[in-house]
């Protein structure tokens, strides 16, 4: 079982650059067991194809492998790389969700990442709980709603005013008309290492996973799919799309023309300043705040500060020119937030990251079959809260190439509320 977990140890406070790949020698060794590697230009057949291999992708394949499919996964830079939008020592998991549709989602989904837990030995979810905060009309609607949501569902939840939220949480600084919710099935997911656990016990069930190889084409038909490489080319029944950022371009090659905006995102860690032993889980939780723009952040975990980063800070850019640069402004905006709210963890910033967006004008995902064209599945615009639902979205594309439908709750991810919508 040590091998087969290739070895990766924990991330520290942030992942290690692409210069030093977690897993791409030894898991070559093992995904290429099975399937020896081509000539150039011949074609390999496999039952499924999944393109792309962060997050979603990498739980489609997993998910595939166990079904006893014949799987390859494709991925054109290394496995965990750090370009994307599935990096980095934490998510959020939370049921907490204004629409109900999601908070059923996440309650499917919990259930299928203690599993991926058992299956690999090691812990990815660990429970902290949750608050939701609002103030100001809008920000109280909207916690409003995750509380109607959550009641809807039968989730268990708590309302907290501005006065009990000082007793329960006197860290927080806040006006007296904020209200909160706290819910506490929420936690943090350790995101890259979610990736790199998905990735390996895929090809611990069989998956056939290659890294640094880039698609260039997908050539589909009625009844099966041709992907070109900038390597090889390779020949599938059945094909998942979960190419983030890069999805656009390549979906064009199916008929899809989807209204896709890259955003360039930015979290920051912040040392405590005075008593860092309220900030560890247990006596602080994971938070969205609902204001304009919205604020997410963490409990201290892993690194020794606490980790936060604005919701959608409307960056929108090229992916071509995506240069990983964080922007000194953003820590500076984000330092000031914690000084009006936080104030004893508004010290030292360190490690600010960026990531990837893709988003949907409505913020919905799309996790659907394409048209007219059922054995091609897509997993595309996460719109920056995806990452929580990743192994329940991978059961979803699965079940959706291999059956035509899912028990996950996606009805409302369709492709088909896109037909005329202008893009960009």
């Not at 099975?34 to 997993?62: C, E, H, K, R, W």
């Not at 980095?88 to 939370?94: D, H, K, P, T």
């Not at 006065?163 to 706290?182: D, G, K």
């Not at 790199?196 to 056939?208: D, E, I, L, Y």
Request: hydrophobic share 40%; proline share 5%; net charge negative.
């Amino acid at each position: 079982m040590r091998d087969e977990r290739l070895e990766i140890h924990s991330l520290a406070r942030s992942v290690r650059s692409e210069n030093e790949p977690f897993i791409s020698g030894l898991q070559r060794q093992l995904t290429r067991t099975g399937s020896q590697a081509s000539d150039p230009m011949t074609i390999d057949q496999f039952d499924t194809i999944v393109l792309g291999a962060g997050a979603m992708g990498s739980a489609a394949a997993y998910h595939l492998a166990r079904d006893g499919q014949r799987v390859l996964l494709l991925e054109q830079f290394e496995i965990a790389h750090t370009r994307g939008s599935s990096h980095g020592e934490s998510r959020i998991f939370r049921y907490a969700y204004p629409n109900a549709a999601y908070a059923r989602l996440a309650i499917q989904t919990k259930p299928l990442w203690r599993a991926l837990e058992a299956d690999a030995g090691e812990q990815l979810l660990r429970d902290t709980g949750g608050l939701d905060l609002g103030e100001g009309r809008a920000g109280q609607v909207k916690v409003s709603a995750v509380a109607a949501a959550l009641e809807s569902i039968g989730g268990s939840w708590e309302r907290l005013d501005c006065a009990a939220l000082a007793r329960r949480f006197p860290q927080w600084r806040v006006s007296e008309e904020t209200i909160a919710v706290y819910s506490p099935d929420a936690g943090v997911l350790s995101a890259t290492r979610c990736v790199q656990v998905m990735a390996t016990r895929a090809a611990a069930h069989g998956a056939t996973i290659h890294d640094r190889e880039t698609a260039r084409q997908i050539l589909p038909d009625a009844g099966s799919v041709e992907i070109v490489t900038d390597k090889d080319r390779y020949r599938a029944r059945r094909l998942v799309v979960t190419a983030g950022p890069w999805s656009r371009q390549l979906l064009r090659d199916v008929g899809l023309e989807l209204p896709l905006r890259v955003s360039q995102e930015q979290t920051v860690y912040f040392r405590p300043r005075a008593n860092p032993d309220a900030f560890v889980p247990g006596r602080f939780t994971i938070w969205i705040h609902h204001r304009e723009p919205n604020v997410y952040g963490f409990p201290i975990v892993g690194a020794p500060g606490v980790k936060l980063g604005f919701h959608r800070d409307e960056r929108y850019i090229d992916i071509a020119d995506y240069t990983r640069e964080p922007r000194p402004e953003v820590v500076a905006r984000l330092q000031a937030y914690l000084e009006q709210y936080l104030p004893d963890v508004a010290g030292e910033a360190f490690d600010p990251t960026t990531c990837l967006y893709t988003n949907t004008p409505d913020d919905d995902f799309i996790v659907a079959t394409v048209p007219d064209l059922p054995h091609i599945a897509i997993g595309v615009g996460f719109s920056g809260h995806g990452f929580k639902f990743a192994i329940g979205i991978g059961r979803a594309l699965a079940d959706l190439v291999e059956h035509g439908e899912t028990e996950m709750e996606i009805d409302h991810l369709g492709v088909d509320r896109f037909r005329g919508v202008e893009t960009a």
